[in-house]
């Protein structure tokens, strides 16, 4: 991994989140919502709306705008709010925080779980554990994640007791009581993605374990352990890499139903919210910073590619 490919690299991340700004205040400019008339209210006249339009600006073309915006946001600066009248950026990255700390969680229960039993249902080809862990996975994708949802947190929450059903406690505060209230949400995610990972880590393992070097490393009489381990996993995990980076995108938008379902108070689910109310700053910020998010997953995920095999070399 060459520091002229890790340059173009962040330089290519960086122009990704610079057109998706543009195309976030794009669409944030058609919206049928009046930034005046939301922070003066519906009882404001036409000339107090008109001073207010005039003062923020919003009768200046388009580039102007974007250009004052994003300067702003560079400094770190998203807006107000308008539906709190408070800053937006401490508000989104409270949230990213508590949606990034599910989505690490969940994903790391996931590899936990979900490559030991890939491997082992390959080893195991046509067995009885490779048709309970393919099972299992087809389980796991079938079922819609407000179907999984519900029916853990009636089992081992309304039911067993175990665990509460809502809320949201920060580990940093209660790391105990933090942990129970994380375990429902996490435990859901973790088995819709456990599905995908597993299936991918069979197949992956399955085609691995059928190349001309592991055959040559079992003639040469290494043990059974080292040929899988050593040789084999480290190969077949490069896809579930990428299918774990693609997820991480998934996660921080994509699991609103879950943070509505647990009442967590994450990205989605403020972004959410921010497009009920037309909360225009909320709505930008939300999606900019999920997509710079989303951006550096991707090229973490590019060198993981690169340390997990050797053979790749980016000039």
């Not at 490919?5 to 543009?22: E, G, H, K, N, Q």
């Not at 300067?71 to 009248?85: A, K, Q």
């Not at 597993?198 to 040469?220: H, N, P, Q």
């Not at 139903?257 to 921010?274: K, N, S, T």
């Amino acid at each position: 991994m060459s520091l002229a490919w890790f340059a173009r690299r962040l330089m290519l991340m960086v122009y990704t989140v610079i057109v998706v700004s543009m195309l976030v205040f794009a669409i944030t400019q058609i919206l049928p919502a009046d930034a005046a008339q939301s922070l003066l209210g519906e009882n404001a006249t036409p000339e107090v709306l008109a001073a207010l339009r005039t003062r923020l600006g919003l009768g200046d073309p388009a580039w102007l705008q974007y250009g004052r915006w994003a300067r702003h946001v560079f400094t770190g600066d998203f807006g107000i709010s308008m539906r709190t009248s408070l800053p937006v950026g401490p508000e989104m990255l409270a949230a990213l925080s508590r949606s990034l700390l599910l989505a690490v969680s969940a994903i790391l229960v996931t590899l936990a779980i979900a490559v030991p039993l890939g491997v082992v249902a390959a080893l195991r080809q046509g067995r009885l554990t490779d048709t309970g862990v393919s099972l299992i996975a087809y389980l796991g994708v079938s079922l819609p994640e407000f179907v999984t949802a519900t029916l853990l947190a009636l089992l081992l929450a309304d039911t067993w007791h175990w665990l509460p059903a809502t809320g949201y406690v920060s580990p940093l505060e209660d790391f105990g009581d933090g942990i129970r209230h994380l375990a429902l949400p996490v435990l859901t995610v973790s088995l819709i993605l456990v599905a995908h990972v597993m299936r991918m880590m069979r197949s992956e393992t399955l085609d691995v374990l059928k190349s001309d070097y592991i055959r040559a490393a079992r003639l040469k009489g290494l043990p059974e352990r080292t040929v899988v381990f050593r040789h084999a996993l480290r190969n077949a995990l490069l896809p579930v890499v990428t299918i774990i980076a693609l997820d991480v995108g998934y996660l921080l938008g994509g699991i609103i139903v879950i943070e509505e379902i647990f009442a967590i108070p994450g990205i989605g689910r403020a972004l959410m919210v921010a497009i009920t109310t037309r909360d225009l700053p909320s709505i930008q910020a939300g999606a900019l910073i999920m997509a710079a998010t989303y951006a550096v997953t991707n090229t973490l995920a590019d060198m993981a590619y690169a340390f997990l095999d050797p053979r790749i070399r980016y000039d």
